[in-house]
């Protein structure tokens, strides 16, 4: 069973500051990573796509990606309390269907 | 605009009735997806569709069924065999590059079932 693991906070970080969402996967041969943001009673919205190690920088957004350490993180810099929300991370490998983590709960305090 | 389109947005359950959700996309992608998504649980995958005609299970199969007969749409079908069908439902497509999903999904906006 491919899994997809997420503390599900919830995570609570001042305005302006870094918030940092970390996601970890159990099957090795994983090859494309996404991070879903998801408002209350609102479907998934995908955010960012990362395909190989290391760092992809979208505004605000930096996902990271190690392989290795099978570890795909998600930095939003300058949180906004319209950030509020949950984080879902996702996990796909060949064309077999993603796998979801249950969300981390990210609250931005004004 | 090129989308996925789910309705009803609210559905209302007798006990021993089925229900079908509808699901249609414009977006020319091959594949099609159904999530269940329960209070402060992640998604969980019911049923998908790579190609018009076949279809394969998911995680959570049991009670549901499904079908493709065009790229366009694909419906599920909550069946009295489901016990506890009070979620919110989601429909995916996407696309692929050779074996792999690229792009990730899209969703449409969901139905919001509940037993009465």
């Known amino acids: 069973q491919k899994e997809v693991e997420q503390n599900s906070g919830p995570l609570s970080v001042p305005e302006g500051a870094i918030a940092s969402l970390n996601c970890t996967y159990s099957d090795r041969g994983s090859q494309s990573f996404f991070w879903y943001r998801q408002y209350s009673g609102k479907s998934p919205e995908l955010i960012m796509s990362?395909?190989?190690?290391g760092d992809k920088e979208d505004g605000r957004f930096t996902a990271q990606l190690n392989k290795a350490s099978q570890y795909v993180s998600l930095l939003i810099r300058d949180s906004q309390p319209s950030d509020s929300a949950t984080y879902l991370c996702a996990v796909i490998s060949g064309n077999t269907p993603l796998v979801f983590g249950k969300g981390t709960r990210l609250s931005v305090i004004a | 605009d090129g989308g996925i389109t789910q309705s009803p947005k609210y559905l209302f359950r007798k006990e021993g009735q089925n229900v079908t959700l509808s699901c249609e996309q414009n977006?020319?992608?091959?594949?099609m997806y159904w999530y269940r998504q329960d209070p402060g649980q992640g998604l969980r995958l019911i049923y998908y569709s790579q190609i018009v005609n076949d279809f394969q299970k998911g995680d959570i199969a049991e009670g549901y069924s499904v079908s493709r007969e065009k790229k366009e749409s694909f419906p599920l079908t909550v069946t009295s065999a489901q016990k506890n069908p009070t979620a919110f439902y989601l429909c995916a497509s996407s696309s692929y590059i050779g074996q792999t999903v690229v792009y990730g999904y899209t969703f449409g906006s969901g139905t919001r079932l509940t037993v009465v």
């Open positions: 990362i395909y190989s190690n």
């Open positions: 977006l020319n992608h091959d594949a």
